[in-house]
Every structure is written in structure tokens, then in C-alpha cells.
Nanobody, 124 residues
Framework: QLQLVESGGGLVQAGGSLRLSCAASGSTFSGSVMGWFRQAPGKERDFVATINYESTITYYAEAVKGRFTITRDNAKKTVDLEMNSLKPEDTAVYYC?????????????????WGQGTQVTVSS
């Protein structure tokens, strides 16, 4: 089992930055893949970024590539998403997700554990 709690969301102006953090508890964190997804109002939940346990593999959605960075600290059991040059279209609820596998995936169905989400609002 893996419990995930996100933090760090809020309101920011376009062009600004935010850092989301996901705190994990449970033994399943060891060896797991972690990811971030987001869901804008009236839309489906979309992939944002993912990272493997060793931090040697990362994937990003095209919409965030070059602006967002995913990192993890296995000793602290945390996964962060650094978001820069934010745009109004980045407004969404951001979810942390965990996968009981060693290979990252961009598919939502590939993740077994989910946090409750944190709201990010980018004003124009």
C-alpha cells in the first residue's frame, strides 16, 4: 500500500512558479515509479510527468516540457514537481500517483495509488 498527500498548490500569476510536493507513506514506495497528473475543469485527467525509482528515467507531457521538472527524494519518500513559466492553461487539480512497477508509464491506468489532489490556479 502507498498513501500519497500533495501540497504546495495555490494561486500564481502567469509567468510565475510553484513547487508541488507529494509525501508518501507505506513500504511500496521502495522501487516504485511516481508520477504527476492534472485535471482541468470539465476535462479528463492528463499525464504531466513521471520518474523511476533511481531518477534515471523521466517523461514529460509536451505541454510542460522545458518548464516543469519532476524529482524525488527516496530517503524522505517525497516527489516534487517544480513548475516554472506557468500559464493560465496550467490551471488544474494536480494529482500525485504511484505505480507498483519499475518502468514509468504515461498511462493513467498504469498507476495504482493516487493522492487527493492540490489546486493550482494561474491567473492571466
Amino acid at each position: 500500500q502507498l498513501q500519497l498527500v500533495e501540497s504546495g498548490g495555490g494561486l500564481v500569476q502567469a509567468g510565475g512558479s510553484l513547487r508541488l510536493s507529494c509525501a508518501a507513506s507505506g513500504s511500496t514506495f521502495s522501487g516504485s515509479v511516481m508520477g504527476w497528473f492534472r485535471q482541468a475543469p470539465g476535462k479528463e485527467r492528463d499525464f504531466v510527468a513521471t520518474i523511476n525509482y533511481e531518477s534515471t528515467i523521466t517523461y514529460y507531457a509536451e505541454a510542460v516540457k522545458g518548464r516543469f521538472t519532476i524529482t524525488r527524494d527516496n530517503a524522505k519518500k517525497t516527489v516534487d514537481l517544480e513548475m516554472n513559466s506557468l500559464k493560465p492553461e496550467d490551471t488544474a487539480v494536480y494529482y500525485c500517483a504511484g505505480r507498483s512497477d519499475t518502468l514509468p508509464t504515461t498511462r493513467e491506468s498504469g498507476y495504482d495509488y493516487w493522492g487527493q489532489g492540490t489546486q493550482v490556479t494561474v491567473s492571466s
